[in-house]
T-cell receptor
Framework: QQPVQSPQAVILREGEDAVINCSSS?????VHWYRQKHGEAPVFLMI?????EQKGHEKISASFNEKKQQSSLYLTASQLSYSGTYFC???????????????FGKGTKLSVIP | NAGVTQTPKFRVLKTGQSMTLLCAQD?????MYWYRQDPGMGLRLIHY???????AKGEVPDGYNVSRLKKQNFLLGLESAAPSQTSVYFC?????????????????FGDGTRLSIL
């Protein structure tokens, strides 16, 4: 079952912050985040594992709430280059088939304007 | 550094025709995947492979076949193309990983193949 992403779309001005959520009705062991620019391939951002800490770089980070089966991607002080569609992919186990088969959400389109 | 290479990049087919999409990776990855991406649907897994000579069905396998005769190549075949298979197809690969990270590795995507079926 596909994880649910929210919001579906968001428009930001440069410098503003955004949060993208990814929720699942199934128990999750890891959540992947990818960004895809129009006409290009998805690009890996980060993986969060169950029991792991919040991860990320200075301006793009993510968290994983095990109790809620939810992950959130935080983009702070957004830049024009952050524009694109963000996808979460969820895995249902630590190892074996469930760990490398990802189920992707439908994506969140982020537009950053000057 | 090529990464994951897909050929062709674009193709137009007529209903009923067959074709094969090729994916090649030079990262010595064990796992390879084929996805389709349709507007508003995200990425959906068609088939995947955990190693040379092995394949398995994903979420939307009907109408497609795959083969992985060599570790670096993963082929996706459409036996009798239908308009519903019009989509952008992405190939991806990932490392096996070890221990607790086994399987939980980043997927590296190719640039995609835009396929239109008339």
């Amino acid at each position: 079952q596909q994880p649910v992403q929210s919001p579906q779309a968001v428009i930001l001005r440069e410098g503003e912050d955004a949060v993208i959520n990814c929720s699942s009705s199934k128990a999750l062991y890891s959540v992947h985040w990818y960004r895809q620019k129009h006409g290009e391939a998805p690009v890996f951002l980060m993986i969060l594992l169950k029991g792991g800490e919040q991860k990320g770089h200075e301006k793009i980070s993510a968290s994983f709430n095990e109790k809620k089966q939810q992950s959130s991607l935080y983009l702070t002080a957004s830049q024009l280059s952050y524009s694109g569609t963000y996808f979460c992919g969820t895995a249902s186990s630590y190892s074996g088939a469930g760990s490398y088969q990802l189920t992707f959400g439908k994506g969140t389109k982020l537009s950053v304007i000057p | 550094n090529a990464g994951v290479t897909q050929t062709p990049k674009f193709r137009v087919l007529k209903t009923g025709q067959s074709m094969t999409l090729l994916c090649a990776q030079d990262m010595n990855h064990e796992y390879m995947y084929w996805y389709r991406q349709d507007p508003g649907m995200g990425l959906r897994l068609i088939h995947y492979s955990v190693g040379e000579g092995t394949t398995a069905k994903g979420e939307v396998p009907d109408g497609y076949n795959v083969s992985r005769l060599k570790k670096q190549n993963f082929l996706l075949g459409l036996e009798s193309a239908a308009p519903s298979q019009t989509s952008v197809y992405f190939c991806a690969s990932s490392y096996l990983g070890t221990g607790v990270l086994s399987g939980n590795q980043p997927q590296h995507f190719g640039d995609g193949t835009r396929l239109s079926i008339l």
